[in-house]
């Protein structure tokens, strides 16, 4: 661990700071993704019992108490939520975004952690171990496939997520910490947290019941830093 005077962190926040970012000081400020956030612990983490990770990449099949594909198109015999079309419409599942809420981040590999046991501010240095994908999870009925929710999130909330991004091995990160401070590090991905609702189109056009869905999409790759 290599000393150095300079600015210090500030106590209790946690840092969000993206992989190659520099360290956010008063005199060379990060960029807006990497602003502080106010935290005392670690980065929040999903908290749901039920969280389901790894999406289904293919939409399910159609609901089994909706109207088969012989039956008349102009005789719903579903339960609609829509008045039926003239025309049959294709059977399909689709994917309503509603609205979002914040980056969760998931590590991958160990937590870090350097004591500065110091009356001066040192150096610490942190290295990914591993390299480790990390792809979508939810809550609640996902029916409608990875690529059809990730097209109507970004084009909801106009921005670019995947359904799988992987932190890799050997990336590395250097922040100031304080005197008697420990400075925790753990990378891994972001994943946006938004919520929306799966729908199924039957081929008489009748919608089915609406089935919500609490979706984390990878979003970035990055460090996440906190000190106590």
Known sequence: ????????????????????????????????????????????????????EGAPETAAPAPSDGPSPDDDPTTPTSKPSDK????????????????????????????????NGTSRTAKSTFVSEITASVGIAFTGEFKAGASIAIASIEQKFSVNVSASLTAKLGNTISVDTPARKTTFARYGVYRLKSYGYNQYTYINCTKGVKKNVTIYTPHRIGWAIWEK
């Not at 059977?91 to 590590?107: E, V």
């Open 1 to 52: 661990m290599r000393m150095k005077n300079g600015a210090f962190l500030v106590p209790a926040l946690a840092l969000l700071v993206m992989a190659g970012a520099s360290p956010a000081s008063a005199e060379n400020p990060a960029p807006a993704l990497s602003e502080p956030v106010v935290e005392t612990a670690p980065p929040t983490q999903p908290e749901e019992n039920d969280l389901v």
């Open 84 to 115: 039926p079309n003239a025309q049959p419409c294709e059977p399909h599942w689709s994917y309503y975004a509603t609205s979002k809420n914040k980056d969760y981040h998931k590590g991958v590999g160990a937590e870090q952690a350097n004591y």
